[in-house]
């Protein structure tokens, strides 16, 4: 029974789909010649001179679609062998200048098509409209027939669609922000919506855009690697953990396990976010960690509460081993420049360095255990290098001295030669003077 209704749902759907479709199919789409000719369609709106009818024709030439071979049917169905208005006849399939969910099903007849798709590129991804499905964007398409969400056109300007790898294209990494930005930057488009237009402009002063633009760091976030490409994800509390995770696994694992993680979900406070923020992420430093001032456990803690009490001792821990560690490198420094050979003390101080990083990130536990076993080997291995230090600058020290006694043995053994010559010189010269 459960059987049959589940092929009648399907056949169901097929036909759905069948007569949603515009009835340009895939697979006559699928045999179009590798280059095509120039068609009626774009012929006719070249010659139009109006902007609107000719600047997507002109735009084409440049696009994956085109250079797949595909015309302006594959999207707008038409006969592209009329010579005259005919061409553009409903009974031709032609639909005209597609809108809202006609757009998602004009771009989903292909890319929800794995058979199809697979001619083409295999690797592609056909889950796009799905994803879009689920995400904010779709369901207020669906449900509340919202005209002013994202639809597939929005965010791939269509007639100049590129892979998201060609740095023209609007889904480039360093091109998303100003894509989404379009919309969520511009309050007077949002003013009908209860949240803020600063995620574009609070992004581009964050270490990920930096990261990324300065640094070239094509793997730092953009929009849509944290909200998902067709997911626009509702942001969670829970979700954002899974976000930065993807990336951050050493301090998701630990906050994971700690006391806030289930305190901040019961308070309903965005996970990483409650001490980064979630688009203007800053870079970090020791000042964050403590219980007075800026220290951000200080928002929530105070000194003589038990967090307090941990952000304090944690925060002396960090200081203590960054004290000694910029200790023991300036010293090792003075001895490198007076000439001393000191490359192995340094090249171990480089492990304290690596200690100090680790106890950075082991603070997300939240307890003192993990940070203090991070810095009390760092430590160790800093006044070790240390130490070295002290000794090559009294082997130094001790060289000098050496230096001055033996240049002043030798003045005056010089002296004392010179005395010498004088003294064995006198007599003969009284001597000539006398005969
Ligand atoms: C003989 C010239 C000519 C040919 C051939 C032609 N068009 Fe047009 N097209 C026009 C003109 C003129 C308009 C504007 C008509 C209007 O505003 O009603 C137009 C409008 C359009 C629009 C915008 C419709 C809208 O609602 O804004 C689309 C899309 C379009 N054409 C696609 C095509 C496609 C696809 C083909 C080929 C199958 C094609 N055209 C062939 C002249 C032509
Ligand atoms: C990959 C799909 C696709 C292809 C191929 C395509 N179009 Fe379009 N076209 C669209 C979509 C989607 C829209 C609606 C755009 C929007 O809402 O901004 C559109 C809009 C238009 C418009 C209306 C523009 C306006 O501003 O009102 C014209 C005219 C047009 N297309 C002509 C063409 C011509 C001519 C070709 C071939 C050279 C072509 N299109 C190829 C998807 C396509
Ligand atoms: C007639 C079928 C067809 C239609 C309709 C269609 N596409 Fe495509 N699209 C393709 C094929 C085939 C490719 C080439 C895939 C490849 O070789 O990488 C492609 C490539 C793309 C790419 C680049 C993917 C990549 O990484 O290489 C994007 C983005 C894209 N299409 C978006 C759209 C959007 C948005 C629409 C609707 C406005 C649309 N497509 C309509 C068939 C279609
Ligand atoms: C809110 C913006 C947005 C909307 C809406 C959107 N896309 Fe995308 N799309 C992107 C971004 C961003 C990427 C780049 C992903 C990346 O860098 O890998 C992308 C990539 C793609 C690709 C390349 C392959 C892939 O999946 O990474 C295809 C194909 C594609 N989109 C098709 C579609 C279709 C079809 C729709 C409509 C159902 C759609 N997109 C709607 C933003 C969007
Ligand atoms: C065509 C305009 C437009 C574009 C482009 C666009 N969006 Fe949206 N987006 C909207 C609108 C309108 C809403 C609905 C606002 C709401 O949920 O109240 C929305 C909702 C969202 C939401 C849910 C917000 C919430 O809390 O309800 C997220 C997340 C989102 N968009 C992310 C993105 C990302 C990421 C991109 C780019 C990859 C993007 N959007 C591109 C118009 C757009
Ligand atoms: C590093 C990850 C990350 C990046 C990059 C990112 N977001 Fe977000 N975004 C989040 C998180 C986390 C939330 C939810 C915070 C919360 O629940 O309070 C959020 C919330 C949102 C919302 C809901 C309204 C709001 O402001 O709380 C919108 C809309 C949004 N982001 C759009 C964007 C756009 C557009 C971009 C690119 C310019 C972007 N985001 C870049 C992580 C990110
Ligand atoms: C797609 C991968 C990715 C995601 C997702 C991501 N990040 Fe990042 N993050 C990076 C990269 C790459 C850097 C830059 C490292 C550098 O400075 O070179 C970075 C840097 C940072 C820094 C600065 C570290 C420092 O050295 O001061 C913080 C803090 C941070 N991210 C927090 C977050 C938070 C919180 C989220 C989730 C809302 C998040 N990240 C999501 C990749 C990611
Ligand atoms: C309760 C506050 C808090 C929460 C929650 C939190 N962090 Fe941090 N995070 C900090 C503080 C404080 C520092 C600075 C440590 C230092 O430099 O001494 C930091 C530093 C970092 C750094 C830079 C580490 C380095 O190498 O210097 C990254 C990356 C980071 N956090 C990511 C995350 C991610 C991802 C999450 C969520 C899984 C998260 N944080 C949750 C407080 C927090
Ligand atoms: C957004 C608010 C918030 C921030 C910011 C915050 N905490 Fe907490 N913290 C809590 C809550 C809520 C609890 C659980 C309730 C409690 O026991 O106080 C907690 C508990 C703790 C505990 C366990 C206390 C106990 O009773 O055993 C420690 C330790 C702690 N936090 C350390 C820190 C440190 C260190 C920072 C800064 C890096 C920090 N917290 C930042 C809210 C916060």
Redesign the pocket.
Known sequence: MRRVAAALAIVLACALAASAAPPAPAAKAATAPASPRPDS??TC?LETGDD??A???KA?TD?I?RAKG???T???GGDPNAEGMEAMDPAKGYIG???GAR?VQ??GRCHADARFMKQYNPSLRVDQVAEYESSVHGRRLRELKDPKVATC?SCHA??G?RPPSDALSTVHPLRVADTCGRCHADAKYMASYKIPTDQRDKYKKSVHWNAMSAKGDLSAPTCNDCHGNHGAAPPGVNWVGNVCGQCHTVMAELFGKSVHAKAFTQMGVPGCAACHDNHDIRPTGDHMVGATGDAVCASCHNPDDAGGKTATTMRGLLDALAGEWDKARGLLEKAEHAGMEVSQPQFELSSAKDALVKARAAIHAFTIEPVKAEVDGGLAIARKAHARGVRALEELRFRRTGLVVSVVIIVALIGGLLLKIRYLERPRAAGTKSS
């Open positions: 369609c774009v709106h609107r009818l600047g997507p024709a084409y696009d679609h595909f015309g302006c594959a999207c707008h200048k597609p809108a757009i004009v771009c056109a269509p007639h669609i």
